[in-house]
């Protein structure tokens, strides 16, 4: 082999290795789309997330607490940390989620995908609900009715990320 095959052969396999090792992990939205879950089981903001990929345990992590109504009827409340267990069509063992009933927030610690419902369960009781309902994710403040808030959303996104490259 000449010298010059020899190195266009080891440049373009430097570059194959350095751009494997710069591929980022899976968004904590894909991963509930690659356990059949909806994205939009999560707000928008996810700021990053913990998974072991063998027990299911999880925990997604967010700047602050998020709020926002549904359908206008339901309120529903994020702590800055979600943890529970995934598996397939399945979040179980959840917290750090919960819903306003009447006038009391009880905390969501199931969710199940049967065929196209979504079962939310608070313990003694649940609901079912159009998987077609979780295909955006809501966004904190104003759900899925912003207006302009979706561009303040991705303003202070960018701010974010511009600060944590700092």
């Given at each position: 082999?000449?010298?010059?095959?020899?190195?266009?052969?080891?440049?373009?396999?430097?570059?194959?290795?350095?751009?494997?090792a710069?591929?980022?992990?899976?968004?904590?939205?894909?991963?509930?789309?690659?356990?059949?879950?909806?994205?939009?089981?999560?707000?928008?903001?996810?700021?990053?997330?913990d998974?072991?990929?063998?027990?299911?345990?999880?925990?997604?992590?967010?700047?602050?607490?998020?709020?926002?109504?549904?359908?206008?009827?339901?309120?529903?409340?994020?702590?800055?940390?979600?943890?529970?267990?995934?598996?397939?069509?399945?979040?179980?063992?959840l917290?750090?989620?919960?819903?306003?009933?009447?006038f009391?927030?009880?905390?969501?610690?199931?969710?199940?995908?049967?065929?196209?419902?979504?079962?939310?369960?608070?313990?003694?009781?649940?609901?079912?609900?159009?998987?077609?309902?979780?295909?955006?994710?809501?966004?904190?403040?104003?759900?899925?009715?912003?207006?302009?808030?979706?561009?303040?959303?991705?303003?202070?996104?960018?701010?974010?990320?511009?600060?944590?490259?700092?």
């Amino acid at each position: 082999m000449n010298p010059v095959t020899a190195i266009v052969l080891f440049l373009s396999l430097l570059c194959v290795v350095r751009s494997s090792a710069v591929t980022s992990p899976p968004s904590p939205y894909e991963v509930l789309k690659s356990y059949n879950l909806p994205v939009g089981l999560l707000p928008k903001g996810a700021v990053g997330y913990d998974l072991d990929a063998d027990t299911g345990e999880f925990a997604v992590r967010f700047n602050s607490t998020c709020s926002f109504s549904l359908q206008g009827s339901y309120q529903i409340r994020y702590q800055p940390t979600v943890t529970g267990r995934i598996s397939d069509g399945r979040l179980r063992d959840l917290k750090g989620v919960s819903v306003k009933i009447l006038f009391v927030w009880v905390n969501i610690v199931e969710v199940d995908r049967n065929g196209d419902q979504l079962e939310f369960s608070v313990g003694i009781a649940s609901a079912d609900f159009p998987v077609e309902n979780f295909d955006e994710c809501p966004q904190c403040g104003c759900g899925m009715d912003c207006g302009d808030a979706s561009k303040e959303e991705e303003e202070e996104t960018r701010r974010v990320k511009l600060r944590s490259q700092i």
